[in-house]
């Protein structure tokens, strides 16, 4: 079975922190993702990755960046933490793409900025 | 520009059956998902359909595929308590790099 698996659950984090979220695969994936979940705006993609070190912006990257040094780990880092940051966060893999790829997502983490 | 549109709320009793919603706009999508999603947890692959497909059964789910609209619908018969969750629809963005996620409908299931 894939198995996704996020760092934490829930995280309480105080506004101007600096947050990593980080998002391990075991399947050998090339493809990994970060959305966030708000009730009411569904699912929205921050950034993705297809590639060790590649990454690229989603529809919403403004106050995130991302780091995959290694194939199996995608890290989403809030440089600055805002309120408007408090969000589930979720990630997610795929195989390479053939045409839209099933993905595969973590439990998410449930991120509070105070 | 690309977008899945579904219903946010569905609620239905037990034992009926639920019929859940959802419009696309890339019509040279090849596959077509719906995704479960558990309170509490991450989503989890339900079911998807080829976009050669009208229609794909799966035990009690049944997908329902139509291209020319560009609607695609999720029935679930003898809904059960334990169906109660967020469904989404999602189909592949143009550049086939991503997923695009309905914003999700919720399926509330009474005793």
């Known amino acids: 079975d894939v198995k996704v698996t996020q760092s934490s659950r829930y995280l309480v984090k105080r506004t101007g922190e600096k947050v990593f979220l980080e998002c391990v695969q075991d399947?050998?994936?090339?493809?990994m993702f970060w959305y966030r979940q708000d009730p009411g705006l569904g699912l929205r993609l921050i950034y993705f990755?297809?590639?060790?070190?590649?990454?690229e912006k989603g529809d919403i990257p403004e106050g995130y960046s991302v780091s995959r040094e290694k194939k199996e780990r995608f890290s989403l880092i809030l440089e600055s933490a805002s309120t408007n940051q408090t969000s589930m966060y979720l990630c997610?893999?795929?195989?390479?793409?053939?045409?839209?790829?099933?993905?595969?997502f973590g439990p998410g983490t449930r991120l509070l900025v105070l | 520009g690309e977008d899945v549109e579904q219903s946010l709320f569905l609620s239905v009793r037990e034992g009926d059956s639920s019929v859940i919603n959802c419009t696309y706009t890339?019509?040279?999508?090849?596959?077509l998902y719906w995704y479960k999603q558990e309170p509490g947890a991450g989503l989890q692959l339900l079911t998807y359909?080829?976009?050669?497909?009208d229609m794909k059964q799966d035990q009690r789910l049944t997908v329902l595929l139509n291209k020319k609209d560009k609607h695609l619908s999720l029935r679930i018969a003898d809904t059960q308590t334990g169906d109660s969750a967020i469904y989404f629809c999602?189909?592949?963005?143009?550049?086939?790099?991503?997923?695009?996620f309905g914003k999700g409908t919720t399926l509330s299931v009474s005793s």
């Open positions: 997610a893999s795929s195989p390479p793409t053939g045409y839209g790829e099933t993905q595969y």
């Open positions: 359909i080829f976009s050669n497909m």
């Open positions: 890339d019509s040279s999508s090849t596959y």
């Open positions: 999602a189909e592949p963005n143009q550049a086939g790099t991503a997923l695009i």
């Open positions: 399947m050998d994936h090339e493809n």
């Open positions: 990755s297809y590639d060790v070190k590649m990454k």
